[in-house]
């Protein structure tokens, strides 16, 4: 069975940093691409970035509005990616989904970890 | 980047057939393809169609997808509506083979 499992979320103060964590099991975690997607409470779906596997060197992409905050890694040994989000601010405040599949779909998604950006 | 929109919201009685349109407003919608998610109220989502017309094992083949050049948009189609059909179905595609789009959701309920 497919599982991701993300963690790793809380209460950060306006320009804090965050990591979030996705333990990945059931699955090729290596030959998966990975991608982050947000929430904000009551709203819609928003892709935040992904990273895709060894054979396409572990390539980065992220959405423009991030302004270069967050960054996304991963390590194939522990089946775990990363989501590092600095210089956080309010409108940062929703539910993180770690999700894998390839470049162009995300077949399986975690249950979400909340992150409240307020002072 | 392009947008994708959809309406906000549809609803349909049980057993009737609803489509959800997602309209691309740059580009053609055949270029990329497009992907369907289900998120039910409190759940994460989950994929219902992929490439614009497959559907992932576990669906039923109640849901299918479409794209048409003319209009240029793409749809979900879910027939023999059930009340566990009711959730927000949002569309997704890609610009660049890099940055995922998704349209801004649409709320079924089923009635």
């Known amino acids: 069975e497919v599982q991701l499992v993300e963690s790793g979320g809380g209460l950060v103060q306006p320009g804090g940093s965050l990591k979030l964590s996705c333990a990945a099991s059931g699955f090729a975690f290596s030959g998966s691409t990975m991608h982050w997607v947000r929430q904000a409470s009551g709203k819609g779906l928003e892709w935040v970035g992904r990273?895709?596997?060894?054979?396409?060197?572990?390539?980065?992409a992220y959405a423009a509005s991030l302004e270069g905050r967050f960054t996304i890694s991963r390590d194939d040994s522990q089946n775990t990616a990363y989501l590092q989000m600095n210089s956080l601010k309010i409108e940062d405040t929703a539910v993180y989904y770690c999700?894998?599949?390839?470049?162009?779909?995300?077949?399986?998604w975690g249950q979400g970890t909340l992150v409240t950006v307020s002072s | 980047n392009f947008m994708l929109t959809q309406p906000h919201s549809v609803s349909e009685s049980p057993g009737k057939t609803v489509t959800i349109s997602c309209t691309r407003s740059?580009?053609?919608?055949?270029?990329?393809?497009v992907q369907w998610y289900q998120q039910r109220p409190g759940s994460s989502p989950t994929i219902v169609i992929y490439e614009d017309k497959q559907r992932p094992s576990g669906v039923p083949d109640r849901f299918s997808g479409s794209i048409d050049s003319s209009s240029n948009s793409a749809s979900l189609t879910i027939s023999g509506l059930k009340t566990e059909d009711e959730a927000d179905y949002y569309c997704q595609s890609y610009d660049n083979n890099i940055f995922w789009v998704f349209g801004g959701g649409t709320k079924l309920t089923v009635l």
């Open positions: 990273i895709r596997n060894r054979a396409n060197t572990h390539a980065t």
């Open positions: 740059s580009g053609s919608i055949a270029s990329n393809y």
């Open positions: 999700t894998s599949g390839n470049t162009i779909a995300s077949d399986s």
